[in-house]
């Protein structure tokens, strides 16, 4: 039974679409809001803490956010979660105002139609994933953000970069995938 770590914004969630929507809206930016599939950089245009403060005080903001997925991936992933230890772990940050962060994140994955009820949703701190997977001895991990794939590979996790446009920066030193079915396929 293999143990696999799955993130949760870039890979699962359109992180990127409900960010620069609330920054369009509260006019933080004049740039249209874009999917992740448009997204670059990690860099914004606009004062990105200031925005992660009107999210901490957004009633529940982390459910809002759209599906990466397709219904036949979740399906997928569903199967999996039967067969598999699977761990949903993010690094958001936790609000002052609503649910906890993790059980947002449980609450957004249970409404797209994952199967939780036999899997695990963990709520960490950013730069922590990497020490927080090796203690649950996980063996592989799929992610979005560099810092968390070089932080899988120093802990021995094999680190799958969920493939987007800001994150070529890593080039072909990791397997990369196109989807979360891809990755699946590797379980």
Not at 31 to 41: C, G, I, K, L, N
Request: one cysteine or more.
């Amino acid at each position: 039974m293999t143990r696999a770590m799955i993130d949760l914004d870039g890979v699962l969630a359109d992180f990127t679409l409900g960010f620069t929507q609330l920054a369009h809206r509260l006019k933080f930016t004049k740039e249209p809001p874009h999917h992740t599939s448009y997204q670059t950089t990690w860099d914004y245009d606009f004062d990105v803490p200031k925005l992660f403060g009107v999210i901490k005080h957004t009633m529940n903001w982390w459910m809002t956010l759209e599906t990466i997925p397709s219904e036949e991936s979740i399906r997928d992933l569903n199967d999996i979660i039967q067969e598999h230890d699977i761990y949903f772990i993010t690094s958001r940050p936790n609000p002052a105002v609503g649910l906890h962060v993790e059980m947002q994140s449980r609450e957004w994955l249970r409404g797209i139609g994952v199967h939780i009820d036999k899997a695990h949703v963990i709520a960490t701190k950013a730069g922590t994933k990497g020490m927080l997977c090796a203690g649950l001895n996980i063996n592989i991990g799929i992610d979005d953000r560099p810092e968390n794939i070089e932080e899988l590979a120093e802990y021995d996790i094999i680190p799958i970069v969920r493939s987007w446009k800001y994150n070529e920066i890593l080039g072909n030193r990791f397997t990369r995938v196109n989807n979360l079915t891809e990755f699946l396929e590797m379980l």
